[in-house]
């Protein structure tokens, strides 16, 4: 009898034992994410299409005229610009406005604003809006409303800037309404004027704001009047030709700058390291050598034809980390590990920038060290933001020669860790909130689930590169371990995490879902986890990302980008994507890291 119960005893053991063998044999994580990789490659194009400049239809953002580039500069003279702008109702709007040298407005013929002098142009440029020097109020009636302006140039600068003021790109609870903007309404103008531009311009005229000329008592078309040194008539300002992105989808392109196509970049650098295969390492190569090359035509864009939003115009002078330390991840991740390249100058003057940046360009909390915002309202703490720097100050650490600066950039990675804790992890629930008012500490806001994606995230990068003698590495290290034994109690069955963590009724969602995988799996590696309790979760939440890829390298069930906000509905309701790089960057580096720690299993 006791022979057999033995027999038995070792035969259920040899069961378990192939049971567990076979679940790490039959993942294979990294061919699931070599399929999102091939499937880039294919895909990118790496390239601008040339477009004509984006006509907005509704006057909810910037809008300018370039008189200069129309008429050109050089003599003193004053110009006209006209547009109608339309409402459903009668109401009174606030536009701001920016301009050089002096300048008036009417609106339905009375006038509006006036301002003399010689100003320059003050636009002040923050994290995702624009600020103008002046405002005035307007009452629009019901219908079409004729708008106006006429500029004067001492012979330098001559452009009008408008705008509604800004929101701050805030969560608002009810839907706000614009005016249309354009020549649609205008008579005798036909549908394809229209369609080319908002606004119709004429000039130069003789010098003298207060001069009064004819289009201030009536618009005619048809007749020429005198101008500076010719007759004019009305016309169109000049068109430019920007270059914009290729197939671009709700939520993006898979090579634009931002931080999450960077990510793709970083993890592509690292899934070639995994497999020793080029081609995922090349990809990242052409997408960093597409942004670095492409620069100064940015630039220009920016700067000379003024498309302040025209494409990866957020590389020149972003205040936001989205746009600066968190795309140039695999920047310095190449000049790491890779000497001696074509152009590796130019990789080092922009590392060197954001270097620069990263310790006194980004706005900290007072008192504090730790990265903060303007938006939606000063000052934000955002838990997205433990990734978008945290990464890049210990990349930064390990690229720095000087051990000064290397201490500098570990010290100020973990000090930020810490302190991006007391604004934004909620001690009683062990979850991180999106975001945290400064001046309204006490709004808690949702838990959605990328967010706490992006903390825990950071917190691996810095265990994994921070000296363990560090005085701060051990209360990183405790409370890695605490987040991450509080976020396995909300894995659902399948081994999906909920968009909205503790609110079941809220969709699985794949970013957030790959972010816990991966950073249990770089726990479990690391020997931050207990093996035992973690490798079923890490295996559990693999296999639900894995069913959301296709053959084909489709992901699927991605949350779009997302605001931070009060109301827990707006994360309830947010848009999922396919292939929304947010994800598939987090998938592949979810890939990576489960690979690994399987591979470590089977020594």
């Given at each position: ?128 809006s624009m600020a103008m020097s002046d405002s005035f109020r307007v009452q629009l009636k019901k219908g079409n409303n004729d708008l106006l302006i006429k500029s004067a140039t001492s012979g330098k600068e001559w452009c ?126 052409n997408f960093c050598d597409y942004q670095m090359n492409g620069m100064p035509f940015v630039d220009y864009q920016v700067n000379t034809l003024r498309a302040y939003n025209s494409a990866n115009a957020l590389v020149i ?287």
């Open positions: 009898m006791k022979k057999c119960i033995s027999t038995l005893l070792l035969g259920l053991l040899l069961v378990n034992v192939g049971m567990a063998q076979s679940v790490k044999e039959d993942l294979h994580p990294v061919d699931k994410i070599k399929q999102i990789g091939d499937k880039l490659i294919r895909e990118t194009p790496f390239a601008y299409r040339l477009v004509l400049t984006a006509r907005n239809q509704r006057f909810n953002g910037l809008t300018f005229v370039d008189f200069g580039k129309t008429f050109g500069t050089g003599k003193a003279a004053v110009a006209y610009a006209y547009t109608q702008l339309t409402v459903a109702n009668d109401t009174v709007i606030t536009i701001e406005i920016a301009h050089n040298d002096a300048c008036k407005v009417w609106c339905n013929q009375s006038l509006v604003y006036e301002k003399n002098g010689q100003p320059e142009i003050a636009i002040t440029r923050d994290e995702r009008v800037f408008i705008q509604p003021p800004s929101e701050h790109d805030a969560v608002l609870r009810t839907q706000q309404t614009y005016a249309a903007m354009g020549l649609k309404g205008v008579r005798n103008v036909d549908s394809s004027v229209a369609t080319l531009s908002n606004w119709l311009v004429i000039g130069p005229f003789a010098a003298g704001i207060d001069t009064r000329q004819a289009p201030e008592t009536a618009i005619r078309f048809g007749e020429m009047y005198p101008g500076l040194s010719a007759d004019v008539t009305w016309t169109i300002p000049k068109q430019e030709i920007l270059g914009d992105m290729i197939d671009a989808k709700p939520w993006g392109t898979t090579y634009q700058w931002n931080y999450h196509n960077g990510g793709v970049a970083w993890a592509m650098q690292q899934l070639s390291e995994l497999t020793g295969e080029k081609q995922y390492n090349l990809w990242a190569t002078g972003s205040k936001l980390l989205d746009f600066t330390l968190a795309p140039s991840l695999p920047l310095i991740y190449r000049l790491r590990k890779e000497k001696d390249f074509r152009n590796e100058a130019t990789y080092k003057a922009y590392i060197s920038k954001m270097m620069d940046y990263a310790k006194s360009g980004q706005i900290r909390t007072q008192g504090l060290t730790n990265y903060t915002r303007t938006t939606p309202e000063e000052y934000t703490v955002w838990v997205d933001d433990m990734f978008m720097g945290i990464p890049f100050l210990m990349q930064a650490a390990q690229y720095s020669t000087d051990p000064q600066q290397r201490k500098l950039f570990f010290d100020d990675a973990a000090s930020q860790l810490v302190d991006f804790t007391k604004h934004v992890y909620d001690k009683d629930a062990r979850l991180f909130m999106h975001a945290n008012y400064s001046h309204r500490p006490e709004v808690k806001l949702p838990y959605w689930s990328r967010a706490n994606g992006w903390a825990i995230w950071a917190m691996t990068e810095v265990l994994m590169a921070l000296p363990k003698d560090h005085p701060k590495y051990k209360a990183i290290l405790n409370l890695y371990r605490d987040f991450a034994n509080s976020l396995i109690r909300y894995q659902s069955p399948e081994g999906f995490w909920h968009n909205v963590i503790t609110r079941n009724d809220s969709p699985v969602e794949v970013s957030g879902t790959a972010i816990f995988t991966m950073a249990f799996a770089r726990g479990v590696r690391e020997g931050w986890l207990d093996k035992k309790k973690f490798t079923p979760i890490v295996v559990k939440g693999w296999r639900a990302t894995a069913s959301e890829i296709e053959d084909n390298g489709t992901v699927h069930k991605i949350c779009v980008g997302t605001m931070c906000s009060e109301d827990e509905n707006y994360y309830m309701t947010r848009p999922f994507y396919d292939d929304d790089t947010h994800g598939s960057f987090a998938v592949i580096f979810a890939g990576i890291e489960v690979q690994k720690m399987l591979d470590q299993q089977k020594k």
